[in-house]
């Protein structure tokens, strides 16, 4: 790997480090505003809204120009949504706009490594990527944490830049600050990448030719042999992983007795099994063997059941981490695999774009079941059972899916005739 990469790999770090802190800064301001406790999950949703609303129009966006500059501009967003928090806008519009720079920003991070990289290197990038995203979060939860405590908030406000008034005079006010600076180096970086050379295409200024081009390339990919296996993946991953989140605090504060916090800690240990198993991914799986990790994503629904038996938080923290290497391990591969097709398909923005629909969309239903059984009164343990038949049973479905596919083509083959 070369420079390029690793500014690549640090604008997304610090974006993703000042996503995850901006989201316990305005959950710490709703709070102060009072508001109902049931707004603050649904800050995720105007976040995560973006991705599924805007789907046809980001990828175009970010086959139009370089990546680098979709990337600048996105971060610009971003910076915009944390101002707008920062000049009394209600959290959840402003984080709304946040959600619009990620939603452009993700085609462009994920799109400029196919274009960058040979196709033997993407499962490695893609292991950096995760793992680097996978430390942001972590690290970005804490910085949030860190910036609302009263001590340090408070020396903060104390200093005072000679001869300026910032005009920072709250906590929240100073949280804000601090990682509208964060967006600013990551923008920073942004404007260090190089330049991959590809053409680009124009963009078309037509919403309806937009919506029908994004259609196209959604029929496209889940119609690809290849394509519809790694894409159904991702797809279940990430709406199982967002639903695993809510689970986890539910299961611990039941199963386990901890509180609130606790809980959350836990979330950072399954983060950490999930970087763990993307590096391992990185190193041992390459782009040709990517389909063989299949039978991985049928053991961690099997093994998530495993959760109703343990009792003892010394117990919790090596199963978490075997649950997220599963996940981690399995979902880097298929990720590398769906952003080959892609490219080769349709250009890497779009495909990306169709990606975080279908991801997004999963993310939206599967959170929405979860609420809807915790509505229904059902016991954390019953929806632990669900859950990981669900997940087991539909990797088993995907599983059979391409043991069909296969005896209609040969998928290393397949592989080896695109153009990477």
């Known amino acids: 790997m070369n420079l390029g990469f690793y500014i690549?790999?640090?604008?997304?770090?610090?974006?993703?480090?000042?996503?995850?802190?901006l989201l316990i800064a305005a959950i710490a301001v709703l709070r102060d505003m009072h508001e109902p406790a049931s707004y603050e999950p649904l800050l995720k949703t105007c976040f995560t809204l973006s991705y599924v609303v805007l789907a046809a129009f980001v990828g175009a966006f970010a086959d139009s120009m370089p990546k680098w500059r979709v990337m600048?501009?996105?971060?610009?967003?971003?910076?915009?949504?944390?101002?707008?928090?920062?000049?009394?806008?209600?959290?959840?519009?402003?984080?709304?706009?946040?959600?619009?720079?990620?939603?452009?920003?993700?085609?462009?991070?994920?799109?400029?490594?196919?274009?960058?990289?040979?196709?033997?290197l993407l499962v490695v990038a893609n292991g950096w990527i995760e793992g680097l995203t996978v430390m942001a979060i972590i690290l970005g939860t804490v910085l949030g944490g860190m910036l609302i405590k009263p001590e340090l908030a408070h020396n903060l406000l104390t200093f005072d830049f000679p001869f300026i008034d910032t005009g920072i005079d709250t906590t929240?006010?100073?949280?804000?600050?601090?990682?509208?600076?964060?967006?600013?180096?990551?923008?920073?970086?942004?404007?260090?990448?190089?330049?991959?050379?590809?053409?680009?295409?124009?963009?078309?200024?037509?919403?309806?030719?937009l919506m029908h081009d994004f259609l196209h390339c959604l029929k496209l990919l889940w119609r690809d042999k290849l394509g519809q296996i790694s894409l159904a993946v991702t797809t279940l991953f990430w709406g199982a992983g967002a639903t695993l989140q809510f689970i986890v605090i539910e299961w611990s504060k039941v199963g386990l007795g901890l509180d609130l916090s606790k809980a959350s800690m836990l979330q950072g240990v399954v983060a950490i099994g999930v970087g763990l198993g993307?590096?391992?991914?990185?190193?041992?799986?390459?782009?040709?063997?990517?389909?063989?990790?299949?039978?991985?994503?049928?053991?961690?629904?099997?093994?998530?059941?495993?959760?109703?038996?343990?009792?003892?938080?010394?117990?919790?923290?090596?199963?978490?981490?075997?649950?997220?290497?599963?996940?981690?391990?399995?979902?880097?591969?298929?990720?590398?695999?769906?952003?080959h097709r892609g490219h080769v398909l349709m250009g890497a923005g779009h495909s990306i774009a169709v990606q975080n629909f279908n991801e997004n969309l999963s993310i939206l239903i599967m959170t929405g079941?979860?609420?809807?059984?915790?509505?229904?009164?059902?016991?954390?343990?019953?929806?632990?059972?669900?859950?990981?038949?669900?997940?087991?049973?539909?990797?088993?479905?995907v599983k059979r899916r391409h043991e069909m596919n296969q005896k209609q083509f040969d998928s290393v083959a397949l592989l080896d005739n695109t153009r990477h």
């Open 8 to 21: 690549i790999m640090a604008a997304q770090f610090f974006s993703a480090l000042a996503d995850n802190a």
């Open 72 to 120: 600048f501009i996105s971060n610009g967003i971003k910076i915009a949504g944390c101002m707008l928090m920062f000049f009394n806008l209600h959290p959840l519009f402003a984080y709304a706009v946040v959600g619009l720079g990620a939603a452009a920003y993700s085609p462009a991070k994920y799109g400029i490594l196919t274009e960058y990289l040979p196709a033997r």
């Open 172 to 209: 929240a006010e100073m949280n804000l600050a601090v990682i509208g600076m964060i967006y600013l180096v990551a923008a920073l970086f942004n404007l260090h990448i190089p330049n991959t050379g590809v053409d680009h295409k124009v963009l078309k200024k037509n919403p309806v030719y």
């Open 278 to 339: 993307a590096v391992l991914a990185a190193k041992l799986i390459s782009l040709r063997q990517s389909i063989k990790v299949i039978p991985l994503g049928i053991g961690m629904g099997l093994v998530v059941m495993v959760m109703v038996l343990v009792r003892h938080t010394a117990l919790a923290i090596p199963l978490l981490v075997l649950i997220g290497m599963l996940s981690g391990f399995f979902v880097v591969p298929m990720n590398a695999l769906l952003q």
């Open 369 to 397: 079941i979860y609420s809807a059984m915790i509505m229904a009164q059902l016991s954390i343990y019953a929806i632990i059972i669900l859950f990981g038949l669900f997940v087991a049973g539909l990797m088993l479905l």
